[in-house]
């Protein structure tokens, strides 16, 4: 059985307004207090209860009671009060008064009106109807808060929200849903770049894939969580993620390393004193011990877990504990001892409907009942085990693979997308810096040569004077740091640009080197190459990391030239700079999300390409191994020269038929062959992103399913050969039935007795009624099911033969419309109906009279009602029917008990018989094969 695995719960919500937990603050607050009266001191105490319901919830409950007294004297308290109350008692532990005060919130502000203190709320009382494994209440709270952050845009909390549905869709075994909230949430703490809540979404993750069997996928996710926890110095999730990879090489048999991982979460969650890990932890060490063959070590950390897990009232891990605890039991030779462990575990399990504890008490009971050689109730426990295992995982699986190529492929599109925008705006703004640099040239040289010229007119100067106002003018105002230096390399000018990016002032640069912005992790091989392409006329354009004069770094581009005067030499240096810090970030983030990608793409267990505008523009390494080809001629392929020959005029017309309509090519599957000559059986699935018209995007999942394909056709030839053989079964006994039937009739011809004969009759006409069953079987397209209302015309049709019935005296009415029966319907059914009619044609109509005979099925979602009906004489008053000498009605009442049904009687213008009976579902349930 499968450990159970450590959920970690979404951040506790913080206070709407802002806390106040410095110490400083609360005593400056608290002197305050003694200074104040009316609206004012209610004002402070409120702050200093919302200051100190984290660290001191006692305190905190104090003066929000002190303040309560207050409010009541002069009005209705507020909704955030309220809340303040509610996370005072959930910190101190009283969950009924937290919810109590959660509830006054909800009352106060009514849906549907976005407030933050009504969504903290609704996610406080999430967490506590999470906390008591009320599930579907938890989630329905969960999902009104998510809406509401949402909407206040409020990330942090929406993602923490998020996180917490997913866990409870993941404790209610809705593994694709789980996953698709605990994606959302990641992506959101990426942005946020919140580690904590990362490394927690990381882990959840990781379950999921632990739980789906893909432990390749899940130990990445595990390993990562772990990176990201120590990296925030977490010694609570450094415990979680070392259980979990310790629960996935137990799941890979490597035992050793397995208790290793479960001894260094141990030791942390004793450290910290935490009973949930420390039950988690002592469990799973129990079940490596059980498959070491340690029973005394295995017994003795179960008992510890299961104490710990009484203490916390944690009813999953009480379940889980007690039903490993049964098995080993079961398989160290005491069953018995396992039987009452088992029993109590399944009831835990039942009664808080957790499925997939429910689904391994099956498997138990199982082994239980092999263990005791009832292999009959073994293999009927097998059955339910497979049977909830497909519902649990077979849809999950492929919704699991769709969910993450989804979340994965349109993260990839955000980003590549934004690349693109600020790709098309860099690229604009260069052209606009090269014009500003040129312009800046042209009116330095202008200004220079202006300047320095001492023949002109004063007219001329004033004149320049204005022009050199304006354009001073339109420097200082320009949207770039325009910065200039002397020969030296000092600074004679900066614009205002300049003093905003740096934060110093032009007063603070002027005579200064540029230096003074270096943060020394530009490389100095770059000053170098700067110097020497401006001081022989050329133009320098690249990157520095710089520094403000408050210290921060930041990123910036530069365009760097020479200022010469008329005669060509160069008098000064100017530089066009612009901050790219948020541009760098963004392709620092484009990076790591290639990477990902990249990391996603060649660790799938299945063949990836990605198709944009009908050219193959990434191919990764799984496909190559799949079809034999490389890389490079795979992307110069379409299927239609992978498939197979036989294959190609079925692919091509699948694909007209979808036309652009590409979700009719999901699942699509054919044979291909390798560059090596081999065939291989493979399914593709597609998903498919159209962009700007008819330019799109298509992301094809391969997977070689040859060995699934091989098996399912070894099990169809075995299916059409155990039919064929079943039908020879049938017709074997068909022919024997008729054998006896003819024998019977032989018989009778010497029997002189009237009543004798009358017994040889009866019993043929039973014989008979199992063979036309057996006859139908053979005869049907379905072995399962029989049309029981042609077998019952056939029937009727061969007692009024066999009776001489007059057709213009007794008429027959059927009415069964799409009945179908299997052969423990159809035997026992068949043969009440024999009798009973055999009794109408024999004894209901005396004195040639007149006369109809009706049999009807009606069926419901749970039963049938058959019903046999004539309007004969009827039956004597004083007669019992159900304690009858006569062997016909004994046989009825026999056979209505087979059907676990009941019969009922009435009597007036004939007589009725009505015959209610359960569907098979409904009278073999689950708890009858477990107890039966």
Not at 147 to 165: D, G, K, M, P
Not at 447 to 473: G, H
Not at 528 to 549: A, D, P, Q, Y
Request: charged share 25%; proline share 2%; net charge negative.
């Amino acid at each position: 059985m499968k450990p159970f695995r450590m959920l970690l719960f979404a951040v506790v919500i913080t206070l709407l307004l802002p806390n106040l937990h410095a110490g400083s603050n609360v005593d400056s607050l608290q002197a305050e207090l003694q200074q104040s009266s009316g609206n004012k001191k209610v004002e402070i105490l409120l702050q200093l209860a919302k200051s100190l319901v984290n660290d001191h919830p006692d305190s905190s409950l104090a003066y929000s009671e002190q303040a309560l007294g207050m409010i009541r004297e002069n009005g209705q308290p507020t909704a955030d009060f309220y809340n303040v109350m509610g996370d005072a008692y959930k910190k101190l532990g009283d969950q009924d008064l937290a919810l109590y005060y959660y509830n006054l919130v909800l009352d106060t502000i009514g849906p549907p009106k976005l407030a933050r203190t009504r969504a903290d709320a609704l996610y406080s009382i999430g967490l506590i109807q999470e906390n008591l494994q009320n599930y579907s209440k938890a989630l329905t709270y969960f999902q009104e808060a998510a809406q509401i952050f949402q909407a206040l845009n409020i990330s942090s909390t929406y993602a923490n929200v998020l996180n917490n549905i997913g866990i409870i869709y993941e404790n209610l075994s809705a593994y694709d849903s789980a996953l698709e909230y605990y994606l959302q949430a990641y992506l959101l703490y990426l942005d946020l770049d919140d580690k904590l809540g990362e490394a927690n979404t990381l882990n959840n993750i990781g379950n999921i894939y632990m739980t789906m069997g893909n432990y390749d996928r899940a130990l990445e996710n595990h390993f990562r969580s772990l990176s990201l926890y120590r990296e925030i110095d977490d010694q609570d999730g450094i415990a979680t993620a070392f259980n979990n990879i310790g629960i996935i090489y137990h799941d890979l048999d490597q035992y050793e390393t397995a208790l290793d991982y479960y001894q260094r979460s141990l030791e942390i969650c004793e450290q910290l004193a935490l009973n949930d890990g420390i039950a988690t932890a002592m469990n799973n060490m129990g079940i490596v011990y059980h498959n070491m063959g340690n029973f005394q070590e295995a017994l003795s950390c179960y008992h510890i877990s299961l104490e710990k897990s009484v203490e916390l009232n944690d009813f999953w891990a009480m379940a889980n504990t007690n039903m490993n605890m049964a098995e080993l039991y079961i398989d160290f030779g005491d069953a018995d001892i396992g039987a009452k462990y088992l029993r109590e575990g399944s009831n835990l399990a039942r009664d808080y409907s957790f499925r997939d504890l429910i689904m391994e008490s099956h498997k138990i009971f199982a082994k239980y009942h092999s263990v005791k050689n009832d292999y009959q109730k073994a293999y009927l426990q097998y059955q339910l085990y497979d049977a909830i295992k497909d519902s649990i995982f077979a849809e999950s699986s492929q919704k699991i693979a769709d969910i993450q190529t989804i979340y994965e492929t349109e993260q990839k599109e955000k980003e590549l997308e934004l690349f693109r925008i600020r790709h098309k705006h860099q690229n604009f703004t260069k052209i606009i810096l090269f014009a500003a640099s040129v312009f800046f040239l042209l009116i330095a040289i202008w200004f220079w040569k202006l300047y320095t010229s001492k023949n002109k007119e004063v007219l001329t100067r004033q004149a320049l004077e204005k022009n050199i106002i304006r354009l001073a003018s339109i420097v200082n105002q320009a949207e770039e740091s325009i910065v200039m230096t002397d020969l030296f390399g000092n600074i004679v000018y900066v614009n205002s640009c300049f003093e905003k990016l740096t934060g110093y002032t032009r007063e603070e640069v002027i005579g200064k080197n540029p230096n003074l912005l270096q943060s020394g992790q530009t490389d100095h091989h770059i000053y170098g190459e700067l110097w020497n392409t401006i001081k022989f006329n050329g133009v320098w354009t690249g990157n520095f990391i710089n520094k403000r004069k408050d210290g921060t770094l930041y990123h910036e581009s530069a365009t760097i030239f020479p200022i010469k005067d008329e005669n060509g030499e160069i008098i000064n240096y100017a530089a066009v700079k612009r901050d790219i810090t948020e541009q760098i970030k963004a392709q620092k983030k484009l990076t790591d999300s290639e990477e990902r990608f990249r990391q996603m793409a060649e660790n799938i267990s299945d063949g990836l390409s990605i198709i944009e505008d009908g050219q193959i523009i990434y191919v990764n390494q799984r496909l190559c191994e799949i079809t034999g080809y490389d890389r490079s001629e795979l992307m110069l392929m379409d299927c239609y020269q992978l498939a197979a020959p036989f294959e190609v005029e079925r692919i091509r017309n699948i694909c007209e038929a979808a036309g652009k309509n590409l979700e009719n090519l999901k699942n699509l599957e054919y044979w291909i062959t390798r560059k090596d000559g081999e065939p291989r059986y493979i399914i593709n699935g597609y998903t498919h992103k159209k962009k700007n018209g008819n330019h799109s995007i298509r992301y094809i999942i391969t997977s070689d399913i040859t060995e699934r394909k091989q098996f399912e056709e070894k099990i169809m030839n075995s299916l059409e050969e155990k039919d064929v053989l079943l039908k020879e079964i049938h017709h074997r006994v068909k022919n024997n039935m008729q054998v006896i039937s003819s024998l019977l009739q032989l018989q009778s011809r010497f029997i002189k007795d009237p009543q004798a004969l009358e017994l040889f009759r009866n019993s043929q006409n039973r014989v008979r009624s199992m063979a036309l069953i057996h006859e139908k079987l053979y005869r049907s397209k379905d072995l399962a099911s029989i049309d029981f209302g042609e077998y019952v015309r056939n029937l009727t049709t061969h007692l009024q033969i066999f009776y001489a019935v007059n057709a213009d005296l007794i008429s027959l009415e059927i009415d069964i419309e799409d009945i179908f029966f299997d052969i423990h319907y159809a035997i026992p059914c068949g043969l009440i109906i024999n009798e009973l009619v055999s009794n109408s044609l024999k004894y209901a109509f005396t004195d040639d009279r007149k006369g109809k005979i009706r049999i009807s099925i009606q069926a419901s979602s749970d039963s049938f009602r058959l019903e046999v009906s004539d309007t004969g004489i009827g039956m004597p008053a004083e007669l019992d029917f159900q304690n009858t000498e006569s062997l016909g009605l004994q046989l009825v009442m026999s056979l209505i008990g087979q059907l676990h049904g009941k019969i009922t009687m009435q009597a007036g213008n004939g007589t009725t018989f009505l015959i209610d009976f359960p569907r098979v579902e409904a009278r073999n349930s689950s708890m009858d094969m477990l107890d039966g």
